[in-house]
């Protein structure tokens, strides 16, 4: 890999970055200011501060990223399903009733 530097004003939501110092790969989701919300290949997103130690990633490696990371998302939705909230009793309901007033 060639780390040749960017410049931070190059820097566009859903470019793939290479983090020299852990080695991962992650997903531009926002920048704002020097700050970089990145999700790596698991799905999390993450805060960094930007650095030289960033460089873009070659375009055919970022498609493969980016499949990959939506094929994750997709698996995640399904599993995580929505919790149902058990029903409130009547004295739950009465309870908060009273410190509403």
């Known amino acids: 890999m060639n780390p040749l530097p960017i410049e931070l004003e190059n820097i566009r939501v859903f470019d793939v970055l290479h983090n020299a110092l852990s080695g ?58 929505k919790k149902k909230r058990p029903p409130r009793s009547v004295a739950s309901l009465l309870r908060r009733l009273t410190k509403k007033r």
């Open 24 to 81: 991962e790969r992650a997903m531009v989701m926002s920048v704002s200011g020097d700050r970089l919300d990145l999700r790596d290949k698991t799905g999390a997103v993450a805060r960094y501060k930007y650095g030289p130690h960033f460089s873009r990633v070659p375009a055919d490696e970022a498609v493969a990223f980016r499949a990959a990371l939506r094929e994750t998302r997709k698996e995640q939705e399904k599993t995580a399903g």
